[in-house]
């Protein structure tokens, strides 16, 4: 057979992977709630989702992705350029521009596809992208397929940004600065005032990804409003997966640059718009986004319970990280609070740096202060805390 060589291809980077301690799979996970899951027979409590409003399980959510597929089907039918833009996008876009104080917005597929989209639109060859060096592989794809030159300064220091851009600005056309409102593997907040200065001062715009701070932080627009006088950022891009519950991403910037997007961006050029029940129900999550500033703020709080309860510093975000060294003490660790009946995902390399493998823990509006404390509990007991475990970022 000629695909011989592909299966032996495959099966041997697999192995590699195995070799390297590496090896990933996927496990039939059923979310039967905003936070609890059911996987191998069990119900587990989970510390891991993104969700962090408890909006994939809310009714008016539900009801308004229902509703929407009776009245326009189950998919979009082709590209918004095409076909595809229903009504109910300039309804999306018009609540995310109102919500960020933008004069437009733009709903791409996911957020990986914005990423992969927007920075093409915007740089080239001769051009450079300046990213931090946390930033997501998303903002790597898109810097990579814009052919411009890449860099990356130094992670949340605006000083070292300074530095690369006075050594280098001049050589090139146009400049992004790319970074994340909140960190995803380690909680921490970018100093966004700092960096929109350094931007401002050096002709590059600064675009902020602020998938973990959308919904969560500065009263649910983002952490830009984490500030007093909030800076201005011309290109603030944020998922609709994660606090939004449901699936999407946007773009929140000037008009012309929003048209451009409709124009340029690859990504959401040449792939079919998405579903009308999904862009339904992310209008009614923001909806819930823009008027309940109780739900929107109880993600940090229970997080600020959790690092309270096992002496852990003040936390900036939901998403707090226990670092605990070696993969396999994460791994231990990971398993014993599974044996207590909660889910907390290990993260090891290559998603964090080796010897930084850690516990991390996300919170949400959904989580009762009694299920926070019976974690920390859990978590105590462990005695990682005291055993050589560190807070990284913050
Ligand atoms: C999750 C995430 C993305 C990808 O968003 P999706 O909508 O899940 O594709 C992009 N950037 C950051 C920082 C993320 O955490």
């Known amino acids: 057979m000629s695909n011989e060589s592909l299966d032996r291809f495959a099966n041997a980077k697999l192995h590699r992977l195995t070799a390297h301690g590496l090896r990933r799979s996927v496990v039939d996970t059923q979310r039967t709630d905003a936070v609890h899951i059911r996987r191998g027979g069990r119900d ?6 993104n969700d962090y409003l408890g909006l994939t399980h809310h009714p008016a959510v539900k009801a308004a992705a229902a509703e929407a597929v009776e009245a326009y089907g189950a998919g979009a039918g082709a590209s ?3 076909t595809g833009n229903h009504d109910l996008y300039g309804v999306l876009e018009s609540k995310l521009a109102t919500l960020k104080g933008t004069e437009a917005a733009c709903v791409f597929g996911s957020g990986y596809m914005a990423n992969s989209g927007i920075l093409p639109a915007l740089a080239g060859p001769g051009d450079l992208i300046i990213i931090d060096a946390l930033g997501h592989a998303s903002m790597h794809m898109g810097a990579r397929a814009s052919r411009a030159e890449i860099k990356t300064f130094r992670h949340n220091d605006p000083d070292d940004l300074a530095e690369l851009l006075d050594d280098c600005r ?5 400049c992004l600065v790319v970074t994340e409102g909140v960190f995803s593997m380690d909680g921490d907040r970018a100093p966004l005032d700092r960096l929109a200065t350094v931007a401002a001062d050096h002709d590059a715009w600064l675009m902020v990804d602020d998938a973990h701070g959308f919904g969560v932080l500065g009263g649910g627009r983002g952490s830009a409003w984490e500030f007093d006088p909030h800076p201005d950022i011309p290109l603030q891009m944020g998922t609709l997966s994660k606090a939004a519950g449901v699936y999407g991403a946007f773009l929140c910037a000037s008009a012309p640059v929003i048209d451009l997007m409709k124009n340029r961006a690859r990504s959401l050029v040449f792939t079919t718009g998405l579903p009308p029940s999904v862009i339904a129900s992310c209008i009614a999550a923001v909806d819930i986004i823009a008027t309940d500033a109780d739900r929107v703020a109880q993600p940090l709080n229970r997080a600020k319970d959790f690092c309270h309860a096992v002496g852990l510093p003040v936390p900036e ?6 670092v605990v060294g070696a993969e396999q003490a994460a791994i231990d660790a990971s398993v014993a609070l599974e044996d207590a009946g909660f889910l907390v995902t290990p993260i090891r390399p290559p998603t964090v740096p080796a010897g930084t493998s850690r516990l991390r823990f996300t919170f949400t509006a959904e989580h009762t202060p009694a299920q926070v404390s019976a974690l920390a509990a859990a978590v105590n007991a462990l005695s990682l805390t005291t055993a050589g475990a560190q807070v990284v970022g913050g």
């Open 317 to 322: 975000s939901s998403i707090v990280p226990l």
């Open 170 to 174: 001049g050589s090139f056309g146009t």
């Open 44 to 49: 587990l409590l989970s510390f891991c989702c």
């Open 80 to 82: 918004r350029l095409i």
